[in-house]
């Protein structure tokens, strides 16, 4: 009877489940499964590794390389999607090998910068694109003894773009060589034909040292910006990579397309969401501007401010009502094609017209202008700042105190509702922008404050249940329906908006049993009732959740969220994706993240470890 006692338990701890007294809350977050007669506490998920893909770009020409498959899996002449609605970005080259007996022994980024370093048995490969010439040329660099690199080559899949391939080899001491190779093109839009061979020379003149300087540019970088003392060094591992995703997925000013300039696409490839959102590209620059990046920050703000906007002034659906946002605007209603054009995502449900990055625009242009105190710069974008956004979004506020419907933060395209966060992004903005025209004098503050007040307002009496929650939409009774409870909501106290930390704690204990996930880990999905991909766990959620907690003094559980992406990304490269999967907490969805990911840690840390 002894033998089966023990042998059960064995069995028991072996499946990571202990037999603990019923209860249905741990104070570490952790998940319980309920059985008929007890419960069992289901230990964290561990952090692993799911993700085999790393991504080098300068903003001008991207490559991915697959790390199971040894190659780099495409090169493509931008880091956008498209360039409007009618073309989209293609590779100039697949499959690119270098010829090579033995497999890898280790694939990383050299020092958390852009360079794919991947080491042989008796060579180090490193791959790149380069920030310090700041042209469209993809360097392969091999590092060896001289016989074995010079037997090196390339072998490569053409595509329809004509291709410019040419190699320089660099003799060494102690019999060691540097081989570099340069990988370019030419289309309609780069037509410079000896843009290898310009290179090669230049190359040839610097000695070859294009790989250190590469990593020198970086660090520099990393020395500029700001980071909190007190972080492991997982933790600033993973800030330095952010960093370094946040340079890589922002168009330089040596795009050829003029209105391409200064956007942060959502995510890098090859995760699918390499455009630009008025939402991640917001969340991408109160992230610089917590790390100190403000010349960054200042040319993503500078691109919204320029884009070429407002085409849905009026748009007529099929229920026959202009869902249009009605006057002159200039934030995007949703999003931008590579040409800097607005685009607006369509189904047969129409398009994205979003409310919520007006206020998201104005609350990312005054965190930059207070940190940076850059105020020649508000007050000449005042202009525009006022009458084609800050008004744009009092023109929009319903009877009921709340912005208008509109298609949301997770596009749900038209007819819409009023949802949760469109108001309290909407909120935020307005009483930031108030405030910071108080303190600088200028224009009408006050109606900009009246109407923040107003939003707040709504948002208590229409959207706030019994004094407890804040609901995802107005339209929401019943809390078994889709959407009744949104994640979203949590940014009216990321947001500091509302400052009621009795509310905050009921808010955050309901939507953490309501939108907690499986796994191991209490993390949180967007929406209730929602197919697979809302209902996974969403790490910018994780991350802002991290932000809201320390804005009520809950340090501890704030790191708890920091500490369980930072674990992940250690195993992965140091790339934070937009999902771990709900059951497994394995990445999932695009990866590697911009403003959900990269801009969002760089946030969250500061707060987690002030």
Sequence with gaps: MIFLRNLFLFIILTLNSIVIAKTTFHPDGRNFIKSDNVDFIKLPSKPKKSFYKLVTTNGLIAAVYDEQKAYIETISPHIFKAYDSANFVEPFLRNVAITLNSKPLSTYYKDNTHVITVKYPKVVVSYFAPFTTENKIFYIIIDGAYTDVQACSLSYQLQKTKVIIDSVLFKRSNNQAEKYFLLSYTD?????????????????????????????????????????????????????????????????????????????????????????WVRDNSYSILGLDRLGLFKEARRALSFILNAQSGHYVHYMFKDGKDYGIGVPYQVSVCRYFGDGKEESDFNDDGPNI?????????????????RSGDSLFFKENYPVLSSKIADVIIHSIDSNNLIRIDSGPWERHLPGKQFAYTSISCAAGLRDFASLSFRLNI???????????????????????????????AAAVDSNSFGYFDCGTLEAFGFNLIPDKNLFRSHFNEYESKLGVEGGIHGFSRVNKGDWYDTAEWIMLDLRAASALHNFGDQKKARYFVNWVTDQAALNFNLIPEL????????????????????????ALWDAYP
């Design 188 to 276: 309609s839009l780069q037509t410079d034909n000896k843009i290898v061979a310009k290179a090669k020379l230049s190359l040839v003149k610097g000695g070859g040292h294009l790989l250190n300087d590469e990593i020198n540019f970086m660090k520099k970088v990393f020395a500029s910006a700001k980071m909190p003392k007190e972080i492991s060094q997982k933790q600033k591992a993973l800030l330095e990579q952010s960093i370094t995703v946040l340079k890589m997925s922002q168009v330089p000013q040596q795009e050829v397309l003029p209105y391409s300039r200064g956007q942060i696409i959502a995510s890098l490839p090859p995760g699918e969401w390499n455009i630009t």
């Design 354 to 370: 979003e409310i919520d990055g007006f206020g998201l625009t104005l609350l990312a242009m005054c965190d930059y202008v207070t």
């Design 443 to 473: 224009g009408d503050f006050q109606k900009y404050r009246n109407a923040y007040k107003k939003l707040l307002d709504g948002i208590h009496s229409v959207l706030e249940v019994n004094n407890r929650f804040i609901k995802g939409n």
């Design 580 to 603: 771990y999967d709900r059951k497994t907490s394995l990445y999932a969805g695009s990866v590697p993240m911009v403003g959900f990911g990269a801009g969002a840690y760089a946030i």
